[in-house]
């Protein structure tokens, strides 16, 4: 038996470089250090919550073509839905609800129709976000500045709580300084103005641990890869500049022929510090100045509750988008999810004075703007952070595309912060790990050895 292709990193990036290397017939390894595959992908259960809930509400865009592949090659296609035509409920700051409709026209007709209808903006913001949105679609990509500095430049604060900031933080996990203009510029090109009918909001059918963790650990397994949980790698052996094997943390030692790297890049300069000579690895991807947004989410459960839609932004709350899961799984069971914007925090926080801030800021203000939700006795809640949701790119790296290969030729990288036009989504992460599957079949590289 061959040495395997070995792939370090069980989310839907090492998934996906794992389904691309199938068809060369080589042994093909995944090693995961969780108890699960699907990485960021995941759901969890707890005591006191009726059903599983996510690690926290993610949307699928329906212009999410490479994802929308895999998917349909591995048979889980139908655990997603994009509604059509896409539709946006959102309460403003006093109350007042309307829908932002992404009209059924070609892109970008059908982006620039729903903004100019959207009556939450007055006539003037309207225009203005028209014409910004044309700008950002149609003008160079822009590395050098912020989304912030450019929306500061290109239009008023109401267009920029109400539309622009609503749309980078969801699209982008990340506050618009955070980010630059240039990433906005691709997720409205490559995400919802693309296309005959653009880029649809979508959504999960079932819990995200269920498709991505179970569903497709199955169909890797039934298709040849050994999968490997539980299994954390912290360390390589390198003869001849190439990785001759891969080193777990419990001890053992897995021969390889090569290795796909599928982490995001905290954990990758984690790995790369354990072997002898890391420096030329990891200088050029300035590991160690990456940051990572958080997303913290609610889950409440109640016995019964009236639904409301399938998810709601809330710009100006701290309850920022709001998910009812018993439309979006079909389970009168699941609990709604809320996007809280909270970065803040603090690690020490105790459950008593969480349950304090959730009781006293989060709920009355959920109620307010959902005042069909005000009387629901809430029988379970369940605060899920995920400290490092998304990698934040340092400011030296932004607008630089990041080479997959190494310095070490049978070593590729991947993961949603590796795509050279996407910013960090499923999509991206998906993208870079076909790449690097690809450029593994293409460059030979694992028969090389
Ligand atoms: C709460 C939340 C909401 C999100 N919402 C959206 C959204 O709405 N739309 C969207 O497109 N994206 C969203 N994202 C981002 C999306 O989930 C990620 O971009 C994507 O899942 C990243 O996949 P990945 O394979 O690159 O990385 P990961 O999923 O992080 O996979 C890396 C894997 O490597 C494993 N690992 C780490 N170190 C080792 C080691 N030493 N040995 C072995 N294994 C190791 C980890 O356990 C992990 O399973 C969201 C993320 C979060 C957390």
């Given at each position: 038996m061959p040495?395997?292709?070995?792939?370090?990193?069980?989310?839907?990036a090492?998934m996906a470089?794992a389904?691309?290397l199938i068809?060369?017939g080589?042994?093909v390894?995944l090693?995961?250090?969780r108890?699960r595959?699907g990485g960021?992908?995941?759901?969890?259960?707890?005591a006191?919550?009726?059903?599983p809930?996510d690690?926290g509400p993610h949307?699928?865009?329906?212009?999410?073509?490479r994802t929308?592949r895999?998917?349909?090659e591995?048979g889980?296609?139908?655990?997603?839905?994009?509604?059509?035509p896409?539709r946006?409920?959102?309460?403003?700051?006093q109350?007042?609800?309307?829908i932002?409709w992404?009209?059924?026209?070609?892109?970008?007709f059908?982006?620039s129709?729903?903004l100019?209808?959207f009556p939450?903006l007055?006539w003037?913001?309207?225009?203005?976000?028209?014409?910004a949105?044309?700008?950002l679609?149609?003008?160079?990509?822009?590395a050098e500045?912020?989304?912030a500095?450019?929306?500061?430049?290109?239009?008023?604060?109401e267009?920029?709580?109400?539309f622009?900031?609503p749309l980078?933080?969801a699209a982008l996990n990340?506050?618009s300084?955070?980010v630059p203009?240039r990433d906005l510029?691709v997720?409205?090109?490559?995400?919802?103005?693309?296309?005959?009918?653009g880029g649809?909001l979508?959504?999960?059918r079932?819990?995200?641990?269920?498709i991505?963790?179970?569903?497709m650990?199955?169909?890797?397994?039934?298709?040849?890869v050994?999968?490997?949980t539980g299994?954390?790698?912290?360390?390589a052996e390198?003869?001849a500049?190439?990785?001759t094997?891969?080193?777990?943390?419990n001890?053992r030692?897995?021969?390889?022929?090569a290795?796909?790297?599928?982490l995001?890049?905290?954990?990758?300069?984690?790995?790369l510090?354990?072997l002898?000579h890391?420096?030329?690895?990891v200088?050029?991807?300035?590991?160690?100045?990456w940051g990572?947004?958080s997303?913290?989410s609610?889950f409440?459960?109640a016995g019964?509750?009236?639904w409301?839609e399938?998810?709601t932004?809330?710009?100006?709350?701290?309850a920022a988008?709001?998910?009812?899961y018993t439309r979006l799984w079909?389970d009168?069971?699941?609990p709604?999810?809320?996007?809280?914007e909270w970065p803040d925090?603090p690690?020490s926080?105790?459950?008593?004075a969480?349950r304090?801030?959730v009781a006293?800021?989060i709920?009355p203000?959920?109620a307010?703007?959902?005042p069909?939700?005000?009387?629901?006795p809430?029988?379970a809640?369940?605060?899920?952070?995920?400290?490092?949701?998304?990698?934040?790119?340092?400011?030296?790296?932004?607008?630089?595309p990041?080479?997959p290969?190494?310095a070490l030729p049978?070593?590729?990288?991947?993961?949603d912060?590796?795509?050279p036009?996407l910013?960090?989504?499923?999509?991206a992460?998906?993208?870079?790990?076909?790449?690097?599957?690809?450029k593994?079949?293409m460059?030979?590289?694992?028969?090389?050895?």
């Open positions: 040495d395997p292709i070995i792939i370090i990193g069980g989310g839907i090492g470089a389904w691309r068809p060369t080589l042994p390894t090693l995961e250090a108890p595959l960021r992908l995941d759901s969890l259960r707890a006191g919550a009726p059903t809930f690690n949307l699928f865009l329906s212009s999410y073509v929308r895999l998917l349909r591995i889980l296609e139908r655990d997603f839905d994009y509604p059509w896409g946006l409920p959102v309460i403003g700051p109350g007042r609800a309307a932002l992404e009209w059924p026209l070609p892109a970008p059908n982006f129709a729903g100019l209808s939450l007055s003037k913001a309207r225009n203005r976000a028209v014409l949105a044309r700008d679609l149609t003008g160079p990509l822009e500045v912020s989304a500095q450019w929306l500061e430049a290109h239009g008023e604060a267009e920029r709580g109400l622009w900031e980078v933080r990340a506050p300084e955070a203009v510029q997720i409205l090109r490559e995400g919802f103005a693309k296309g005959l009918t649809r979508g959504h999960a079932r819990p995200l641990g269920k991505f963790g179970e569903g650990r199955r169909a890797l397994e039934e298709a040849g050994q999968v490997l299994h954390t790698v912290g360390g390198i003869t500049g190439r990785i094997s891969v080193k777990l943390r001890g030692s897995l021969p390889c022929r290795v796909v790297a599928a995001p890049p905290w954990a990758l300069y984690d790995w510090r354990t002898p890391p420096t030329p690895l200088a050029p991807l300035h590991l160690e100045a990572a947004q997303l913290v609610l409440l459960w019964q509750r009236p409301v399938p998810w932004s809330l710009p100006g709350r701290r988008w709001v998910f009812d079909g009168s069971r699941a709604l999810g809320l996007i809280l925090l690690q926080q105790t459950a008593a969480m304090g801030f006293r800021e709920l203000e959920l307010a703007a959902l069909q939700l005000s009387r629901v809430w029988r809640w369940k605060l899920v952070r995920e400290r490092r949701a998304t990698p934040l790119r340092p400011r030296a790296l932004w607008g630089h990041l080479s290969t190494t049978n070593l590729v990288l991947a993961g912060w590796l795509d036009l910013p960090p989504t499923v999509e992460a998906v993208r870079s790990g076909e790449a690097a599957g690809e593994i079949i460059q030979k590289i694992a028969l090389d050895k």
